[in-house]
């Protein structure tokens, strides 16, 4: 009987540990955290609400400025349009006072400026033809301060004198529509008094009276002629000058006879032959 009733009994400590493996440790367990009912709950977000100008950004205006700013750069660059020819006028006469002031300081470096000396002025001339009087003016102009700082200012005004001023002259009077007999008469005096202006210049630089000793010899190599004729006359310095001035003059007016032909016949290869004003006999030949 009390062996039954010991049987049956279960111990104490057995109920503790069955009861302990079910409730976890009090370490191991975290406080639950309840929101307090005093706060609000969280408000729905519409995005519908809200509107964002984003439709606004491609209708803007500066599209349509940009748009009339193109289109001005495409007329600016017209072959018809100002910007357009100014700036190839621009260019023109630079390679043109580029190729006339290298021509001019290779050929007096090589010591054949006498061969090449009917191309000089021949740039000058294009530029008055094609962009007017003033184009031939700053085609010059640039060529004499090219050749001042490549040769120094003897070359420059050397250049100015003897070629410059005949192809500003020519080029001038051929863009107006002048007749040769004309441009002829004014390019010999101007070339004459170009060589008369270099003479000057190359008496003061060596500092001796060039002229003196042309007029010197001119009159020593008469009186020898006359005395070799038989005539006891011995001319007087007048007459000496005279010659001096005629002989002058004849050099230039054969030199820029044969620069109006070679230019001409030039420029009628390049198809400007309709701005020239040529005479009969040259138009027949060309």
């Not at 400026?113 to 085609?139: D, H, Q």
């Not at 003897?162 to 529509?177: A, N």
């Not at 000058?241 to 109006?260: D, E, I, K, Q």
Request: with cysteine; proline share 6%; aromatic share 12%.
């Amino acid at each position: 009987m009390n062996l039954l009733k010991i049987h049956n009994r279960q111990p104490s400590y057995f109920l503790n540990s069955h009861t302990a493996s079910l409730s976890p440790p009090r370490f191991l367990s975290l406080p639950c955290f309840r929101p307090t009912p005093s706060l609000p709950p969280f408000p729905s977000l519409s995005l519908h609400k809200y509107k964002f100008p984003i439709s606004r950004v491609s209708g803007t205006k500066p599209s349509r400025w940009t748009n009339e700013e193109k289109e001005e750069e495409f007329e600016d660059l017209a072959p018809n349009s100002v910007v357009y020819q100014k700036t190839l006028r621009l260019v023109e006469c630079s390679m043109f006072a580029a190729v006339a002031g290298l021509a001019y300081f290779l050929s007096n470096s090589l010591a054949i400026e006498n061969y090449f000396g009917c191309f000089f002025s021949l740039p000058i001339v294009l530029s008055s033809m094609r962009w007017g009087v003033a184009a031939g003016r700053k085609t010059m102009v640039a060529t004499t301060m090219l050749l001042f700082v490549l040769s120094g200012p003897v070359k420059a005004s050397t250049y100015l004198l003897l070629h410059g001023l005949v192809g500003l002259t020519m080029g001038s009077l051929w863009r107006l529509g002048a007749n040769w007999g004309l441009s002829i008469c004014l390019c010999t005096f101007v070339r004459a008094m170009g060589a008369m202006g270099y003479v000057l210049i190359s008496s003061f630089l060596i500092r001796e009276n060039i002229l003196a000793l042309i007029t010197l010899n001119v009159h020593a190599s008469i009186t020898y002629m006359f005395t070799a004729i038989g005539v006891n006359t011995i001319p007087s310095m007048d007459l000496i000058y005279a010659l001096f001035g005629t002989l002058l003059l004849l050099n230039s007016g054969f030199f820029v006879f044969l620069l109006h032909i070679l230019y001409a016949v030039f420029l009628s290869r390049l198809g400007m032959k309709a701005s020239l004003t040529m005479p009969r006999w040259l138009e027949k030949a060309i």
